[in-house]
Nanobody
């Protein structure tokens, strides 16, 4: 079984920064693709940033140039550096892991097998 635990959420003013971290434990593969998603109550979960087994990344258009995803395979950690935050970034942020090696950094939630419980990000204007 794989466990994912997010941390680093909180409240920040617009144009501020936050860094989210996800610690993976259990039977996780060395370089499984991983991603960050976010969800606002009443809306569908949205892919924010993904990283594949080769280090390739993909970002949602809404966060390009502001967010950076990174992964430390040796430590089994996934980070999301979020800069120039906007009120529309308000959401619960989730870490996800995809089973098996893949060269595809997908933002499709259905492609991921394991999920954390989320960490809240609140941005005030």
């Amino acid at each position: 079984e794989v466990q994912l635990e997010e941390s680093g959420g909180g409240s920040v003013q617009a144009e501020g920064s936050l860094k989210l971290s996800c610690a993976a434990s259990g039977s996780i593969g060395y370089n499984w693709p991983m991603a960050w998603f976010r969800q606002v109550s009443g809306k569908e979960r949205e892919g924010v940033a993904a990283i594949d087994s080769t280090g390739g990344t993909q970002y949602a258009d809404s966060v390009k140039g502001r967010f950076t995803i990174s992964k430390d395979n040796a430590k089994n950690t996934l980070d999301l550096q979020m800069n120039n935050l906007k009120p529309e970034d308000n959401a619960m942020y989730y870490c996800a892991a995809r089973k098996f090696w893949s060269r595809t950094a997908t933002l499709t939630a259905g492609e991921y097998n394991y999920w954390g419980r989320g960490t809240q990000v609140t941005v005030s204007s």
